[in-house]
């Protein structure tokens, strides 16, 4: 069964890097049959995709994020990273890996991390 | 890029009735790439109806979707309790991106 475990530090200081981790299991992050993707939810407010990246290393962001975005996959861990650089108070978010097999869905969704920007 | 937009905002209904939530997008839709998702409290979004209207595995078939080009939307035939959540449009284009509506919120009346 395939299955997403977001991992992050839960906290980080304005202007810093964060960096999120997402580990799959139940399938390989080199399949052909999939792509993976970063969405954030700011608390009480809607759903914002950051990005994604596909077989090959092929990536797509959302381009407000752009410039302080890099996703990457691990092939040896059998993960996908997300790092965010610059971060204020407004990158203050649930952070969501998820995975698609087609048609531009995401099917299975990680439960989730909550990421905190303060000093 | 692709605007969704979303409504009603807040849908006031009962179990047992009919909900019909829309959404419309800016610029017409690829290959009708759009995805409908159910969110609850404290909970990842679950994926609903994916190309417009195929149900997801183990989505009831009270679900359905429907529409093409710009106008899309959500039918539920008769809400069962479980059906109070929020729901997200979602829309997959050509060049990669992606954007969700604001959603609509399905509340007990």
């Known amino acids: 069964q395939l299955q997403l475990q977001e991992s992050g530090p839960g906290l980080v200081k304005p202007s810093e890097t964060l960096s999120l981790t997402c580990a799959v299991s139940?399938?390989?992050?080199?399949?052909?049959?999939?792509?993976w993707g970063w969405i954030r939810q700011p608390p009480g407010k809607g759903l914002e995709w950051i990005g994604s990246?596909?077989?090959?290393?092929?990536?797509y962001y959302n381009p407000s994020l752009k410039s302080r975005v890099t996703i990457s996959v691990d092939t040896s861990k059998n993960q996908f990273s997300l790092k965010l650089s610059s971060v204020t108070a407004a990158d203050t978010a649930v952070y969501y890996c998820?995975?698609?097999?087609?048609?531009?869905?995401?099917?299975?969704w990680g439960q989730g991390t909550m990421l905190t920007v303060s000093s | 890029e692709i605007v969704l937009t979303q409504s009603p905002g807040t849908l006031s209904l009962s179990p047992g009735e009919r909900a019909t939530l829309s959404c419309r997008a800016s610029?017409?839709?690829?290959?009708?790439?759009l995805a409908w998702y159910q969110q609850k409290p404290g909970q990842a979004p679950r994926l609903l109806i994916y190309g417009a209207s195929s149900r997801a595995t183990g989505i009831p078939d009270r679900f359905s979707g429907s529409g093409s080009g710009t106008d899309f939307t959500l039918t539920i035939r008769r809400l069962e309790p479980e059906d109070f959540a929020v729901y997200y449009c979602?829309?997959?284009?050509?060049?990669?991106?992606?954007?969700f509506g604001p959603g609509t919120k399905v509340d007990i009346k």
């Open positions: 979602q829309q997959y284009g050509s060049s990669g991106g992606v954007t």
């Open positions: 610029q017409s839709v690829t290959s009708s790439y």
């Open positions: 139940g399938a390989s992050i080199s399949s052909t049959d999939y792509y």
């Open positions: 998820a995975i698609s097999s087609g048609w531009g869905a995401f099917d299975i």
């Open positions: 990246i596909y077989y090959g290393g092929s990536t």
